[in-house]
Nanobody
Framework: QVRLVESVGGLVQPGGSLLLSCAASGIFIRLNTFRWYRQAPGMLRELVATISGGGTTSYADSVKGRFTISRNSAESTAYLEMNSLKPEDTAVYYC?????????????WGRGTQVTVSS
């Protein structure tokens, strides 16, 4: 089995910043693409940011210029740096990663972490 575990989110004031992490554990050959999603109550799950195994990044229009996705040198942990946060960024944030296992390739999800932006 493999797992993805997000760091604890929290309450942040508008204009503030927060760093989320997503740590992979278990037995696997490598990780390819990491993705961060978010879902607000009553809303569809939204793809926020993507980073490929080669380091190529992409972002949703709603977070461009404010959020940055990255991964560590060992490629076992992904990060989402969130700056200039707005109340509309309030959501449960989910990490997703594509694992290459000894039995094949599969996507796994973290359980989600709550981020609330409010004064």
């Amino acid at each position: 089995q493999v797992r993805l575990v997000e760091s604890v989110g929290g309450l942040v004031q508008p204009g503030g910043s927060l760093l989320l992490s997503c740590a992979a554990s278990g037995i696997f050959i490598r990780l390819n693409t990491f993705r961060w999603y978010r879902q607000a109550p009553g809303m569809l799950r939204e793809l926020v940011a993507t980073i490929s195994g080669g380091g190529t990044t992409s972002y949703a229009d709603s977070v461009k210029g404010r959020f940055t996705i990255s991964r560590n040198s060992a490629e076992s942990t992904a990060y989402l740096e969130m700056n200039s946060l707005k109340p509309e960024d309030t959501a449960v944030y989910y990490c997703n990663a594509r694992f290459v296992l000894y039995t094949g390739t599969i996507d796994y999800w973290g359980r989600g972490t709550q981020v609330t932006v409010s004064s």
